[in-house]
């Protein structure tokens, strides 16, 4: 089966960058996405990478300032995130499931309870 590791978060004040790495190990997948999660609020979809065509997809809230890619080599997706807000703060996930499904369903509101896999979460805070 499918396991994932995320790594890459931590402090950073607002306009600076980080990079967050989420590796997988198992059967291949079809789609990895990242969700964020701020105290209080609901898992939000962020970014979504579809393995068979390489199409990317992004929420609304990382349109723009946010990059999600792929080493094949290392089987490990990234997530670039640039122009950081206070607002983006919160746990950051990756997950996935061996079971087709699509990235435009995967990121809207409540898609992500279709994912059986996911990562341990990663603390991205951005403050001064």
């Known amino acids: 089966h499918v396991q994932l590791q995320a790594s890459g978060g931590g402090l950073v004040q607002p306009g600076g960058s980080l990079r967050l790495s989420c590796t997988a190990s198992?059967?291949?997948?079809?789609?990895i996405g990242w969700f964020r999660q701020a105290p209080g609020k609901e898992r939000e979809g962020v970014s979504c990478?579809?393995?068979?065509?390489?199409?990317?997809y992004y929420g609304d809230s990382a349109k723009g300032r946010f990059t999600i890619s792929r080493d094949n080599v290392k089987n490990t997706v990234y997530l670039q995130m640039n122009s950081l807000k206070p607002e983006d703060t919160g746990v950051y996930y990756c997950?996935?499931?061996?079971?087709?499904?699509?990235?435009?369903?995967?990121?809207?509101?409540?898609?992500?309870?279709?994912?059986?896999?996911w990562g341990k979460g990663t603390l991205v805070t951005v403050s001064s």
């Open positions: 997950a996935t499931d061996p079971r087709p499904a699509p990235c435009v369903v995967v990121l809207s509101a409540g898609g992500y309870v279709g994912l059986d896999v």
């Open positions: 198992g059967l291949d997948y079809y789609v």
């Open positions: 990478l579809s393995i068979s065509d390489g199409k990317t």
